[in-house]
């Protein structure tokens, strides 16, 4: 270390090196639960902090204790991380099955009566229509929806707006009644 603070390119490259593979081996045989990731997580962490901190080092103490404190900071820091972590995540049993969609974008199975849905978006408004066939049946992005009727992306935006709006309080009524 001592050369490296001194400014010997190679001697901080064996540094890291040797520090990297102690970091390995100590982080292995603490938290033996760690996925090679983690473990790979935690030296990159000790390396950048070694980086960072490599002027705090005084030549006169001991290199491991130093090393050690840094190493311990960062796997502690890991263990808190991946803590918050475990603890906001919800288990799940088995993800519902998702809708299939067929070559015009939708299904009748992800609404339930594909007639009735055809015929309310066939009373939109034309512009509301064609906005809603060129972006949500056809796929198409806004600058090609744009391209293709001429309408500026916002317009397009406004449209399918008021289109999903109206769509969804008919369908909802109908629904209901």
């Given at each position: 270390?001592v050369l490296?603070?001194?400014?010997?390119?190679?001697?901080?490259?064996?540094?890291?090196?040797?520090?990297?593979?102690?970091?390995?081996?100590?982080?292995?045989?603490?938290?033996?639960?760690?996925?090679?990731?983690?473990v790979?997580?935690?030296?990159?962490?000790?390396?950048?902090?070694?980086?960072?901190?490599?002027?705090?080092?005084?030549?006169?103490?001991?290199f491991?204790?130093w090393?050690?404190?840094?190493?311990q900071?960062?796997?502690?820091?890991?263990?808190?991380?991946?803590?918050?972590?475990?603890?906001?995540?919800?288990?799940?049993?088995?993800?519902?099955?998702?809708?299939?969609?067929?070559?015009?974008?939708?299904?009748?199975?992800?609404y339930?009566?594909?007639?009735?849905?055809?015929?309310?978006?066939?009373g939109?408004p034309?512009?509301?229509?064609?906005?809603?066939?060129?972006?949500?049946?056809r796929?198409?992005?806004?600058?090609?929806?744009?391209?293709?009727?001429?309408?500026?992306?916002?317009?397009?935006?406004?449209?399918?707006?008021?289109a999903?709006?109206?769509?969804?309080?008919r369908?909802?009524?109908?629904?209901?009644?």
């Amino acid at each position: 270390m001592v050369l490296a603070q001194s400014g010997d390119e190679a001697a901080y490259a064996d540094l890291l090196n040797q520090v990297a593979a102690i970091a390995r081996a100590v982080i292995r045989n603490r938290v033996r639960t760690f996925q090679a990731t983690d473990v790979e997580d935690v030296v990159q962490d000790v390396l950048m902090a070694i980086h960072m901190v490599r002027a705090t080092y005084d030549p006169a103490r001991p290199f491991m204790p130093w090393l050690m404190t840094i190493l311990q900071s960062r796997l502690v820091d890991r263990l808190r991380k991946l803590q918050r972590i475990a603890s906001n995540e919800t288990a799940v049993d088995a993800l519902p099955e998702l809708p299939h969609f067929g070559q015009d974008g939708w299904s009748a199975e992800a609404y339930g009566d594909a007639e009735h849905l055809r015929r309310e978006i066939g009373g939109l408004p034309a512009t509301q229509r064609r906005a809603i066939e060129m972006l949500k049946l056809r796929e198409l992005s806004l600058k090609e929806a744009s391209a293709e009727s001429g309408l500026s992306t916002a317009n397009l935006k406004v449209l399918v707006h008021r289109a999903i709006k109206t769509l969804r309080s008919r369908l909802v009524a109908s629904h209901d009644a």
